[in-house]
């Protein structure tokens, strides 16, 4: 049902369509972007030993020391050279008490409102699908066999968060980055990251610290993270040498990669489907219906490549004598 073809494809349209969402974050304060991404990259890429796992969070934090030093501690920040780097407002922060217990609610039973988010599930077991692969080709491991345990997880977290007013739970592109930054696949990871995440809960001052985290700093570290996801994509091409010069393989991917990049949208009353969504369908089904049906074998690329290939295949006596 998923070859490497259509995993890769899926995978990569994760990355590209959160991109706008890294642009808009971005864009915001780009100076403290552009620190952000240099930071995780240094990190990253010239250290050793924990810190070359922790790009991430080093790479945030060093975002976030340099809108305090640069913007201050205003939200308007301060100007260098006709350009605008935002502070951070800690005013909130230090409003904000140690402990607060959240406020639970009942859940309240409405027929409509639940006819209209149960087809959100459809969307989320695509999306998870997807995940579920990228997590797959990160570590080598064929995960297959534990999709109904993701989604049946998926499901029992959002039934948990909903008997108590949470909200839907779902798997996060964003965590996959992560995994992908630092190489750390561990479930016990996330397990205890988890424990941490109930005990910050508990801390309106954590939650207010996190909040103050500026929109610059998340720009950076998000267009480190979905590009790292949408990279994975062709990695799984690469990794299994998906023969793109079959028509079959080239269309499929390309129709996939536009309709996920450029977030395609397809609205059934109330029912509204993402590009990741639609992407992760026309993947499947336009592989499944075409993979045989495909009269060509051999797809042409344009340019000097495709015709230095020929050339080769033709030998000696059919070049050309220019």
Do not use: C
Not at 121 to 141: D, P
Not at 151 to 171: E, P, S, Y
Not at 271 to 276: A, D, E, S
């Amino acid at each position: 049902l998923m070859p490497p073809l259509v995993t890769g494809a899926v995978v990569a349209i994760i990355g590209l369509n959160l991109a706008s969402a890294a642009r808009n974050l971005a864009a915001f304060d780009p100076v403290i972007a552009a620190i952000t991404v240099l930071a995780i990259f240094i990190v990253g890429l010239l250290t050793t030993g924990i810190f070359s796992r922790l790009p991430i969070l080093i790479g945030g934090v060093i975002g976030y020391a340099a809108a305090l030093l640069l913007g201050g501690t205003a939200i308007e920040g301060r100007q260098y050279l006709g350009v605008t780097v935002h502070g951070v407002d800690l005013t909130p922060v230090g409003n904000a008490s140690w402990f607060g217990v959240p406020a639970f609610v009942a859940p309240e039973f409405n027929g409509g409102a639940m006819l209209l988010i149960a087809p959100v599930a459809v969307v989320l077991l695509a999306e998870n699908l997807g995940h579920v692969k990228a997590v797959s080709a990160l570590t080598g491991q064929n995960l297959t066999p534990y999709l109904g345990r993701a989604f049946i997880g998926d499901g029992v977290a959002t039934i948990v968060a909903g008997l108590r007013g949470g909200t839907g739970v779902t798997t996060y592109a964003e965590n996959i980055g992560v995994m992908a930054v630092t190489r750390v696949y561990s479930t016990l990871v996330f397990l205890i990251a988890g424990v941490i995440a109930i005990v910050f809960g508990l801390s309106p001052k954590f939650g207010a610290m996190i909040a103050s985290i500026p929109q610059g700093v998340l720009g950076g570290v998000t267009t480190v993270l979905f590009g790292l996801i949408a990279v994975t994509g062709a990695r799984i091409w690469v990794d299994n040498r998906v023969d793109f010069t079959r028509a079959v393989n080239l269309f499929v991917a390309a129709v996939t990669l536009i309709i996920g990049a450029a977030d395609y949208t397809l609205t059934i009353g109330g029912f509204t489907m993402n590009g990741i969504t639609l992407g992760t369908f026309a993947a499947i089904v336009l592989y499944q219906v075409f993979q045989g049906a495909s009269v060509r074998d051999d797809f042409a690329i344009v340019g000097d490549a495709a015709e230095a290939e020929a050339e080769l295949r033709a030998g000696p006596a059919g070049r050309s004598s220019r």
